[in-house]
């Protein structure tokens, strides 16, 4: 595959206060951000090879402008619909390929991002599955340029994800979710309710936790 996981991100209620559980678990935060016009900012965590956002919704008017609103990022952040998925999924090209996109996308050329950039966003995605999208300047953030570093270390010693599965109430059929089972390491499959599994270093220590109900992630290691 040319393409891997460049971040996920979580829909959280008003200022992320669900950060503070992954801080208490021994996880060190990086810089929050704000996107403008968007509507949306978040709560960061970054591992050697992906990052974990936090993402909330500031501003309902802007993320319901004719410019963001084909994202449906309004829909997910609201969470008022346990049918509609609160994940995003980002992949990014592996580093020093420079493949055609994965799966059919449109641009989205969001206020924040310099006019020359867009964020391919895959088409015909259903919100009963994450939302699918690429970052085609993404980069790991162990190799981050010096400016942009964040922390990567993290009392509970993770470093690297190496393995993503996701559960959903409805069978993922689409075309990116069929492309996404055939990433190493990733799998999206129909359980009984929304919720992203990751695990860490090929859980190496054995050891899991689950942030459910506050957030519906579990964390193995």
Same mark, same amino acid.
């Given at each position: 595959?040319?393409?891997?996981?460049?971040?996920?991100?979580?829909?959280?209620?008003?200022?992320?206060?669900?950060?503070?559980?992954?801080?208490?678990?021994?996880?060190?935060?990086?810089?929050?951000?704000?996107?403008?016009?968007?509507?949306?900012?978040?709560?960061?965590?970054?591992?050697?090879?992906?990052?974990?956002?936090?993402?909330?919704?500031?501003?309902?008017?802007?993320?319901?402008?004719?410019?963001?609103?084909?994202?449906?990022?309004?829909?997910?952040?609201?969470?008022?619909?346990?049918?509609?998925?609160?994940?995003?999924?980002?992949?990014?090209?592996?580093?020093?390929?420079?493949?055609?996109?994965?799966?059919?996308?449109?641009?989205?050329?969001?206020?924040?991002?310099?006019?020359?950039?867009?964020?391919?966003?895959?088409?015909?995605?259903?919100?009963?599955?994450?939302?699918?999208?690429?970052?085609?300047?993404?980069?790991?953030?162990?190799?981050?340029?010096?400016?942009?570093?964040?922390?990567?270390?993290?009392?509970?010693?993770?470093?690297?994800?190496?393995?993503?599965?996701?559960?959903?109430?409805?069978?993922?059929?689409?075309?990116?979710?069929?492309?996404?089972?055939?990433?190493?390491?990733?799998?999206?499959?129909?359980?009984?309710?929304?919720? *992203?599994? *990751?695990?860490?270093?090929?859980?190496?220590?054995? *050891?899991?936790?689950?942030?459910?109900?506050?957030?519906?992630?579990?964390?193995?290691?």
């Amino acid at each position: 595959m040319s393409f891997e996981l460049d971040h996920i991100f979580i829909a959280t209620t008003a200022n992320a206060p669900e950060a503070d559980l992954l801080k208490a678990l021994g996880l060190t935060e990086g810089t929050p951000n704000q996107h403008h016009g968007q509507g949306t900012a978040n709560r960061r965590f970054f591992f050697q090879n992906v990052f974990i956002e936090l993402i909330y919704l500031v501003d309902a008017a802007e993320a319901q402008t004719p410019v963001v609103q084909p994202t449906h990022l309004y829909e997910r952040l609201q969470q008022q619909d346990i049918a509609i998925s609160p994940f995003g999924i980002c992949f990014r090209p592996q580093s020093g390929t420079n493949a055609d996109l994965p799966f059919a996308c449109w641009d989205y050329r969001p206020p924040y991002l310099p006019t020359h950039l867009s964020i391919p966003m895959a088409q015909a995605n259903p919100l009963t599955e994450p939302l699918w999208f690429v970052l085609p300047f993404g980069v790991a953030p162990a190799l981050a340029a010096l400016e942009k570093r964040q922390p990567l270390e993290h009392k509970l010693g993770l470093q690297q994800v190496t393995a993503i599965r996701i559960t959903q109430p409805t069978a993922p059929n689409s075309e990116v979710a069929h492309y996404a089972n055939q990433v190493a390491g990733f799998t999206i499959q129909q359980g009984e309710a929304h919720l *992203l599994e *990751l695990s860490f270093d090929h859980q190496q220590a054995g *050891l899991s936790h689950d942030f459910k109900p506050h957030l519906p992630l579990v964390l193995h290691w």
